[in-house]
């Protein structure tokens, strides 16, 4: 494939974090898992086999994950992809699923719904070509099963020793490409996979090609039987570890060129890839193995409006380190098939293709740049290094940035930036960047990237060299190692994300009538932007509301509570967060508002150095309403104003349900930096406790949102079996409380 690594795998070995042994990874699973399970129980889905089916047919799933016992049915997030109970008494059961011709090819979510609420969601693919299950027993050669070249098989590795085996008929000098969707499945899969000739020769190998996901790319050397092997790298494997395996002869798309445009225009985009279609021309460059890259020049309509919708964000896989970059996803379809999904993001400034060569050396000429400019480029060539040089005056400023990791390329750019003297020799380094930090997301939506990022300030009247290099310096050709470098203005603002009350934890929102529940909104600042953000919710399903939050000057998150009445209707719907910045008097400054873009956890920490779960942006923030809240807990006063140096007190009021006599321990959350709060007990037979709300001296002013918390262990009929009774752990969050500190 295309990226700038060797394909070696052990190099590969050297670099990629440490994997946990199966066993460490399951019981991982469970840890993380286990506030959701302990508290009242909600429905997980860890996945749907198959993970997907063909448009315009009818797919029979499973499902696989926790409390799906009672599940009633799925929710898609595209209206044409349609669900109802299969016959028979499976547990948990199984559903018809239909997918109409007008739902796009891509990726979608589902989610399992019934007497729990909403499920956590996980990856739905549709596809264009005829799709086929795996037949086991197929754990080795002599056992692999036939398919067709055009065809997709679903397919799971189900055990720690499960290999799975397949075989198609080929054809001398046939172009075959094998792709592999796992980790775009919200699978835990690490997939490798292997292409042997009829006398089990490899002829072809692929691992981390695409992102997490293999492919490869051969073209086979004569007629005759051909294997392809399905492992996990690592020999781990459940009933998750689901697959879609797609031997091709229809297009993929390793590239487009330019990766920004403008809105609203008719663009003339560069594919680069392998069996494009009709009009495909051969690039010159030769990939490893000998196999050649075509070019297809085609004109695509940009959207005009190139805002995120939070419920439909895109027919692609979008990670959190790239969740809110705007564009669009396009879909190239050519020989009955469909290439997956590329992005094509927002030009941020005049677009600029870069000019090779470039750079191979400091001997290299730069390409002249003009700032402010969004310039697409590439390191396609072995051992590329790309400069490029402008003009500046003193003073002048700008933000200079490299997008790759944020729109799924896989090269990790260095970015440095040197003045050069009247000679135009480099008179000394000015600035330099690597990755950028998480804000503080991490771990309910981590935002690291390994995208460099940096304020240029010019200190004299210069001509300035950028230099931007790949960090692992590609050993092959590389078509899909692509980047964009951006130069523009700073421009304060910032991008607003919804994940899970619990972190680390997929959970969805899910309310019961008469109680409370809570999600958390957080905030990625961006040039600067430091104030406090109001952030309100709209659409909500009937009877359940949500009051405004505060995310506090420099925080990067906040909670949101969901409070439905007594009486509220069942009800699953999805709703949207709003924020806006104010300032420190609460009031409006005038500052672009943002919708949430909503998130979630798919895969826990690796483990070693690398302790971040895997996340991704989902369809909306779904919201479920359900009946009987085993308890209610409440703060008074909602509103609180405390000058620096002092002190308040609340009041934490838990209201429960009938048959409940829990103690609960009360303890204060979400609190702003520097700022303590005393612990409560309510004990059996009472109903209120006094917390006090203490504010240093050195507390940053400003208004802030927080909220108590209330624990304790109680017996409720089993959501499963009415008739018997379940020993849970509560965890009621009470109403959101305004804390103004002031000065002293």
Request: proline residues 11%; aromatic residues 4%; negative net charge.
């Amino acid at each position: 494939m295309s990226r700038p690594l060797p394909l070696g795998p052990e190099r590969r070995a050297r670099l990629r974090p440490p994997r946990l042994a199966p066993t460490a990874l399951l019981a991982l699973l469970l840890l993380i898992a286990a506030p959701a399970r302990a508290q009242v129980p909600q429905h997980r889905l860890d996945a749907v086999f198959p993970a997907g089916g063909q448009l315009g047919q009818e797919a029979e799933v499973q499902l696989v994950g926790g409390e799906l016992e009672s599940v009633e049915g799925l929710w898609f997030d595209h209206p044409g992809i349609r669900a109802a109970r299969a016959g028979g008494d499976a547990t948990p059961p199984r559903f018809r699923v239909s997918i109409a011709p007008d739902v796009p090819p891509g990726l979608h979510d589902v989610r399992a719904v019934g007497p729990l609420g909403v499920s956590n969601p996980r990856a739905f693919a549709v596809g264009l070509r005829p799709e086929e299950a795996e037949r086991e027993p197929n754990n080795g050669p002599d056992e692999a099963g036939p398919v067709e070249v055009g065809r997709t098989v679903n397919g799971r590795i189900d055990g720690a020793t499960d290999v799975d085996w397949f075989s198609f008929e080929g054809k001398a000098d046939r172009r075959v490409l094998v792709t592999l969707l796992a980790s775009r499945l919200d699978a835990p899969l690490d997939a490798e996979i292997r292409l042997f000739d009829a006398e089990g020769r490899e002829l072809a190998y692929g691992h981390d090609d695409v992102g997490r996901d293999p492919r490869l790319d051969c073209v086979l050397p004569a007629d005759g039987t051909y294997r392809v092997e399905v492992r996990d790298v690592v020999y781990s494997g459940s009933p998750a570890h689901v697959y879609r395996l797609g031997l091709l002869d229809g297009p993929v798309v390793d590239a487009v060129v330019p990766r920004a445009a403008e809105p609203g225009s008719m663009t003339a985009f560069t594919l680069l890839g392998r069996d494009l279609g009709e009009g495909a021309t051969s690039t010159g460059d030769i990939l490893p193995g000998g196999r050649p890259l075509e070019r297809l020049e085609v004109s695509i309509p940009v959207p005009a409006d190139l805002a995120i919708d939070p419920d439909r964000p895109g027919a692609g896989y979008s990670g959190s380190p790239g969740a809110g970059v705007r564009g669009f996803w396009h879909v190239h379809e050519a020989g009955g098939g469909a290439a997956d999904p590329v992005f094509i993001a927002e030009a941020l400034a005049p677009v600029v293709v870069e000019e090779e060569p470039s750079g191979e050396g400091a001997d290299e000429a730069a390409m002249p740049l003009s700032p402010p400019c969004d310039v697409s480029a590439d390191f396609r060539r072995v051992g590329d290094v790309d400069l490029y040089e402008f003009r500046a005056a003193k003073g002048e400023t700008w933000m200079i940035e490299v997008f790759a990791e944020r729109i799924g390329s896989p090269v990790d750019t260095t970015l440095l930036v040197q003045q050069l003297g009247e000679d135009g020799g480099v008179a000394r380094d000015v600035a330099e960047a690597d990755d950028q930090g998480d804000p503080g997301t991490a771990p309910r939506f981590p935002r690291a990237t390994v995208d460099p990022a940096l304020k240029f300030q010019a200190p004299e009247d210069a001509t300035y060299r950028i230099t931007v290099g790949d960090l692992y310096n590609a050993a092959e050709p590389a078509p899909g190692a692509v980047y964009r470098l951006v130069i523009r203005p700073e421009r304060p603002d910032f991008l607003l994300f919804a994940a899970p009350g619990d972190a680390g934890g997929p959970a969805a929102v899910s309310v019961r009538a008469g109680g409370r529940t809570n999600a958390q909104v957080l905030v990625h600042r961006r040039d600067g932007l430091a104030g406090p953000i109001r952030v309100e919710a709209e659409g909500l399903p009937a009877g359940v509301s949500a009051e405004p939050v505060v995310i506090g000057a420099n925080q990067a998150q906040a909670p949101i509570v969901f409070s439905a009445s007594e009486g509220a209707p069942t009800k699953l719907g999805t709703a949207r967060l709003v924020g806006i910045p104010i300032g420190a008097d609460g009031a409006p400054t005038g500052g672009p508002g943002r919708v949430a873009l909503a998130g979630s956890i798919t895969l826990p920490p690796a483990g070693g150095r690398d302790p971040t779960p895997v996340a991704r942006v989902t369809r909306g923030l779904a919201v479920a309403v359900l009946p009987g809240a085993p308890a209610r807990l409440s703060a008074a006063p909602g509103e609180l104003t405390v000058p620096q140096g002092g002190s308040a007190e609340l009041t934490a009021t838990v209201s429960r349900a009938e048959g409940v006599e829990a103690e609960f321990q009360v303890t204060a959350d979400a609190l702003p930096d520097r700022v303590t709060a005393t612990e409560a007990k309510v004990e059996q037979g009472k109903d209120s406790a006094p917390i006090t709300i203490t504010v240093p001296d050195d507390a940053e002013p400003g208004p802030y949102t927080l909220l108590l918390r209330a624990v304790g262990k109680a017996s409720i009929p089993d959501p499963n079996d009415p008739s018997k009774a379940r020993e849970v752990t509560l965890s009621e969050p009470s109403n959101p409380i305004r804390l103004t500190i002031t000065k002293k």
